[in-house]
C-alpha cells in the first residue's frame, strides 16, 4: 500500500520509475490545491481566542473556557469556495503569515501593524487578537508534480486558480467587520489539501490506477497492473473538491479496502492455499501476523575489496497451528519452516552513491545440497536497484561445515560469501534479471561478517508469536550439522558402469616394462577425425600423467572428460597407468621411481609409433606433476622431448594447506609404514579376510578430521588419507561413486615416505630429503601452464605461484602462464561438472599457442 500523502506517495512512484518499475506518463500529472489559500487576521478588536495556551494558561483556565478546536466556524460562499477559521498552538510561529512573502491590507500600515503585533505578543498582551482562516475552493486541477533527480525531492507547480480575486475579496470584508489588519500569501495555493498526482482513471492513458486503485502496468501492450501494488489516499483524487477532504478520502480508502478483501479470498480461494472461508478482514491480518517472524540483520564487510554495508529485514513464513515433533524434523520439515523474504537496502558507495533497494529477496536458512549431505547452508539472494535504474544481484552464502566439531561454527554461521554482479537487459519479471542472456558488467567476490553486537540487535528486534519456535527449529539445525552430525539424505543409489563402455572412444593398452622391471601400461586414443573435419589441428601426442592412484583423465561416466575434448580437438592422446595406479601397485617405490622408469618408459613407446624426434605435450596432476618435474630437473627425461608442460596444482613445488601440512608434520605416516609392515597396499572396501593390521590403520585413518564428510565409506578413508581432493559440489554423483566404488580400489603407501618429505619441503627433493632438483633449472628449457584452484583445498595457489616465477625467472625465453580458476579446488580441475567449460580451455589455448 502506498498511503504516504500526495508527495510522498508520488515521490515514491517517481523512485521506483527510475529503478525500472513501468508506470502511466500521466504520473504527477492532474496535480490540484484543492483551491486552497491561508491568511492571517492581527490586531482585531474582538476577543477572537484563536491562539493556542501556553504551560500556564493550562492550569489556570477552565476546560470550557479553553480556545479550540482547530476550526471554529465556516462560511460557505455561493460563489464556490469556504472559509474556515483556526487557532495555532501556541508553538507555532505564526510570523510566518506576516513576513516578506505576504502583502497586507489595508494598504500603507500592515508592516506597522505588524511590529506592534509582535510586541504585544511577546509581552503576552492581547495575543488573542489573532485568527488564520482557510480557504477552500475549486481550481483548475492543471498542476505538475515533477521529480529533482539531483536533488532527490519533489518539485510542483499549483494549478491555475480562477476564484482568487473573489477570495480576497471576501476575505477583506471579514477582515474589515473583526477590526484587523489582512495578512496573505502572496502565492495563489498553498499545500493546506493537497490532491492527485496518481489519479485514478479507466485507462493507464488518463490516470495511473484505476478506479480500485492498482497501479497500472504499462510495460506490454496489453492492458496490465501491478499485482499487489495499490495506491490508498488523495493522491488518487483527479480533482479538487471545495471543502475538507478526509471524508472523500476515507470513503475512497474504504471503497479499495472493500475490493481488495475480496480479491485476497478469491486468491486464496483459487490457489487452495489457505481456505479463510467468510473471516473478516482483521481476522485474515491476525492470522497473517502469528505465521511470521521478523528481524533485522546489518552485515558489514568487503566486496571486490571495497566497502559494503547491507541493512536487511528478514520475514521468516512459519506456517501457523504447526504441530512440531522430532518425527516431522527429521523427514525435512524444519527446511521449509526457516525460508522467508528480505528487504532493506544495501550500501555500496564504490558502486553507486545513493542505496542500492532489495526488490525482490530470499533467504534459506537451511539450505542443502545433495552432493554435500553434511553440510548446511544459508542461502541469500537479494535483486537490487538504484535510483537511476539499474540492478544487480546479490548472492550470498554461509557455509557450515562440522569440521573438527563446532569449532568453525562461530566464524561460519556469522560469515556470508558473496557475489555481486550487474545485469542489463530488459525483463518484465524478476526472476528473468539473473538469466543468462543479460551482460555481466560488474562481477565481484567478497564477504559480509554479522558483528556480536548486530547478532544481539537482531534477536532484540525480532518479533512474531512464534519467535520461539522459530529459534528452536535454527538451533536444532545447527546442532544436527555440528554435533550430531547427521547426513540430510540418503546415499545415492550406485550404478554399476562399464568401463568399457561403448560410446566411449576406443583405445588401445600397450604394456611396458621399466629398466627396474616393473610392470605398468600406458593407454592410447588415436585421434580419427579428419584434419579439416576437426575443431583443431594435428599436433604432438598428448601425454596424460595422473595424480596419486585415481584417474582423472579417462572418465567413462561423464560426456565431456579430457581425454574426449582432446580426441576432438585432434591429438593422439596417452594416459600413463604408472606403480601408483590401482592396476599396478607396488609395495615398494618412491616418487622418484615414476619419474626416473615409468614416465621415460611411456614417452619412449609413444616416439616409438610417433618417431624418434616427435615432441610430447605433457599434462600433469598432483603427484603425477611432482613426477614429471622431477624427471626433467633430475635428467631422467630430457626437455628436448616435451613441446609443453601443464601442470594442475602440482609442480616443482607443492603446498600444503595448514591443517594438510599439520598432518605431514605428524608422525602418522612413518607409525602407519611400521603398523602395514610388507603389504602397504590398503583395499578400499571392507574384506572379510582383511589383517588386523590393515584395520587397524584404516580405523584411525577414519577418525582424521576432513573439511568435507562423505557418505560413501570409501570417499571418507581416501579423504582421511589424502584429505579432500575435491569440492564434492563440484562433481557429480556418477563419477563420485565410479571413482571410489570401481576406479580407486586398492590404494599403495609405498610413496608416502617420500611424499611426506616433499610435503614439509615445500618442493620437490629427493627420498631421503635432499635438494637434488631446483639446482638445475637449465633443465627446464620448455614453456608451461600452471594451473590452481582459487577455492582452496589440499594444495595451495601458492604452488603454482611459485612455480611461474621460478620458470620465468629461468628460462625467459620461454612461454610460461599462470591461471587461478575460481571455484574449483584439486581434482575437480579435471573431473568437476563444468571442468570441461572452465578449466580444459586453457589446456587448448596453451598448447595450440605452443604449436
Not at 255 to 261: A, D, G, P, R, T
Not at 287 to 303: A, Q, R, W, Y
Not at 529 to 541: E, I, L, N, R
Not at 780 to 801: D, K, Q
Amino acid at each position: 500500500f502506498l498511503a504516504a500523502g500526495v508527495l510522498g506517495t508520488t515521490k515514491i512512484l517517481f523512485e521506483s520509475e527510475r529503478r525500472g518499475l513501468k508506470l502511466s506518463s500521466r504520473l504527477g500529472h492532474g496535480f490540484s490545491c484543492n483551491g486552497n489559500n491561508v491568511a492571517y487576521v492581527a490586531g482585531s478588536q474582538a476577543r477572537l481566542n484563536a491562539y493556542g495556551l501556553n504551560k500556564k494558561q493550562f492550569t489556570t483556565i477552565p476546560l470550557l473556557d479553553r480556545p479550540g478546536p482547530t476550526i471554529t466556524s465556516s462560511y460557505t460562499s455561493s460563489a464556490g469556495f469556504t472559509i474556515q477559521t483556526g487557532v495555532l498552538p501556541t508553538s507555532f510561529p505564526y510570523m510566518l503569515f506576516k513576513g516578506i512573502t505576504t502583502y497586507g491590507w489595508p494598504n500603507g500600515c500592515w508592516f506597522l501593524q505588524g511590529l506592534i503585533d509582535k510586541v504585544k505578543h511577546l509581552m503576552g498582551l492581547k495575543a488573542s487578537q489573532g485568527m488564520v482562516l482557510n480557504v477552500m475552493g475549486y481550481d483548475s486541477c492543471d498542476g505538475r508534480k515533477t521529480f529533482d533527480k539531483e536533488t532527490n525531492k519533489i518539485r510542483f507547480t499549483q494549478a491555475h486558480d480562477p476564484l482568487l480575486l473573489r477570495k480576497i475579496q471576501a476575505l477583506q470584508s471579514i477582515s474589515k467587520k473583526l477590526g484587523g489588519i489582512l495578512f496573505m500569501s502572496r502565492y495563489r495555493s498553498t499545500s493546506v489539501h493537497l490532491l492527485g498526482g496518481c489519479n485514478a482513471a479507466s485507462d493507464s492513458l488518463n490516470g495511473v490506477c484505476n478506479p480500485k486503485g492498482q497501479v497500472f502496468d504499462v510495460s506490454g501492450d496489453q492492458p496490465a497492473r501491478h499485482e499487489g501494488l495499490y495506491v490508498c489516499d488523495g493522491s488518487l483524487i483527479p480533482c479538487s473538491v471545495g471543502i475538507n477532504p478526509i471524508l472523500t478520502i476515507t470513503t475512497i480508502s474504504e471503497y479499495i479496502s472493500k475490493h481488495l478483501v475480496q480479491e485476497v479470498l478469491n486468491f486464496k480461494n483459487s490457489n487452495s492455499r489457505l481456505d479463510i472461508g467468510l473471516q473478516s478482514h482483521h481476522e485474515v491480518q491476525t492470522m497473517k501476523s502469528k505465521k511470521n517472524v521478523t528481524f533485522k540483520e546489518t552485515l558489514k564487510g568487503f566486496i571486490g575489496g571495497m566497502p559494503c554495508i547491507a541493512y536487511l529485514a528478514v520475514k521468516i513464513n512459519l506456517p501457523g497451528q504447526l504441530t512440531f515433533s522430532q518425527n516431522n524434523i527429521e523427514k525435512g520439515y524444519e527446511h521449509s519452516l526457516l525460508r522467508g523474504k528480505v528487504g532493506g537496502y544495501v550500501v555500496f558507495q564504490t558502486i553507486n552513491k545513493e542505496p542500492l533497494y532489495v526488490i525482490d529477496g530470499e533467504i534459506d536458512m537451511l539450505a542443502i545440497n545433495n552432493r554435500t549431505p553434511y553440510t548446511q547452508y544459508m542461502h541469500y539472494k537479494l535483486v537490487l536497484a538504484s535510483a537511476s535504474g539499474s540492478r544487480y544481484l546479490l548472492e550470498g552464502k554461509k557455509v557450515m561445515n562440522p569440521y573438527i566439531l563446532a569449532t568453525y561454527a562461530w566464524k561460519e554461521s556469522k560469515t556470508l560469501h558473496v557475489t555481486f554482479k550487474e545485469f542489463t537487459g530488459k525483463d518484465d519479471k524478476q526472476s528473468k534479471i539473473c538469466g543468462d542472456n543479460n551482460q555481466q558488467k560488474v562481477d565481484l567476490k567478497g564477504e559480509l561478517h554479522l558483528s556480536v553486537v548486530e547478532l544481539l540487535k537482531s534477536l532484540i528486534s525480532m518479533q512474531g508469536n512464534q519467535k520461539g519456535l522459530f529459534v528452536c527449529l535454527l538451533l536444532q539445525s545447527l546442532w544436527r550439522t555440528y554435533i550430531l552430525q547427521i547426513p540430510r539424505n540418503a546415499e545415492p543409489r550406485f550404478t554399476n558402469f562399464d568401463k568399457n563402455n561403448k560410446t566411449y572412444p576406443t583405445s588401445c593398452l600397450h604394456e611396458l616394462k621399466t629398466g627396474d622391471g616393473c610392470r605398468i601400461s600406458c593407454q592410447q586414443w588415436r585421434c580419427n577425425v579428419k584434419p579439416w573435419k576437426s575443431k583443431g589441428v594435428h599436433g604432438y601426442p598428448i601425454l596424460l600423467l595422473n595424480g596419486h592412484s585415481t584417474e582423472s583423465f579417462c572418465l567413462p561416466t561423464e560426456p565431456t572428460d579430457l581425454v574426449r575434448t582432446l580426441l576432438e580437438e585432434g591429438y593422439d592422446t596417452w594416459n600413463l597407468l604408472a606403480r601408483t595406479h590401482p592396476q599396478h601397485a607396488s609395495n615398494k617405490f618412491t616418487i622418484e621411481d615414476i619419474a626416473k622408469f615409468d614416465i621415460p618408459a611411456a614417452i619412449t613407446k609413444i616416439q616409438e609409433l610417433h618417431g624418434p624426434n616427435t615432441k610430447i605435450h605433457v599434462i600433469a596432476h598432483c603427484v603425477g606433476g611432482l613426477a614429471i618435474n622431477i624427471a626433467l630437473l633430475g635428467g631422467y627425461v630430457s626437455a628436448a622431448h616435451v613441446a609443453s608442460l601443464s601442470c594442475i596444482n602440482s609442480s616443482m613445488f607443492f603446498k600444503l594447506t595448514t591443517s594438510g601440512l599439520l598432518k605431514m608434520r605428524l608422525p602418522l605416516i612413518p607409525i602407519s609404514m611400521v603398523v602395514l609392515g610388507k603389504n602397504k597396499i590398503i583395499s578400499m572396501s571392507e574384506e572379510p579376510n582383511e589383517s588386523f593390521s590393515h584395520w587397524l590403520v584404516k580405523s584411525i585413518v577414519r577418525l582424521i578430521p576432513r573439511y568435507e564428510r562423505c557418505t560413501l565409506s570409501g570417499c571418507d578413508l581416501f579423504s582421511g588419507i589424502f584429505g579432500n581432493t575435491f569440492w564434492h559440489e563440484n562433481v557429480t554423483h556418477s563419477i563420485h561413486e565410479w571413482l571410489i566404488k570401481q576406479n580407486v580400489t586398492r590404494l599403495p603407501l609405498s610413496a608416502f615416505p617420500h611424499l611426506r618429505k616433499i610435503c614439509i619441503s615445500g618442493f620437490i627433493v629427493d627420498p631421503k630429503g635432499r635438494n637434488e632438483y631446483l639446482i638445475h633449472p637449465e633443465r627446464m628449457a620448455l614453456p608451461t601452464l600452471f594451473v590452481s584452484g582459487g577455492r582452496t583445498l589440499l594444495v595451495t595457489p601458492e604452488t603454482t605461484f611459485l612455480a611461474h616465477k621460478y620458470m620465468k625467472l629461468h628460462q625467459p625465453k620461454f612461454k610460461h602462464k599462470r591461471v587461478v580458476i575460481e571455484g574449483f579446488g584439486h581434482s575437480d580441475l579435471l573431473i568437476g561438472e563444468n571442468a570441461h567449460k572452465k578449466v580444459f580451455p586453457y589446456f587448448l589455448s596453451h598448447i595450440r599457442s605452443i604449436e
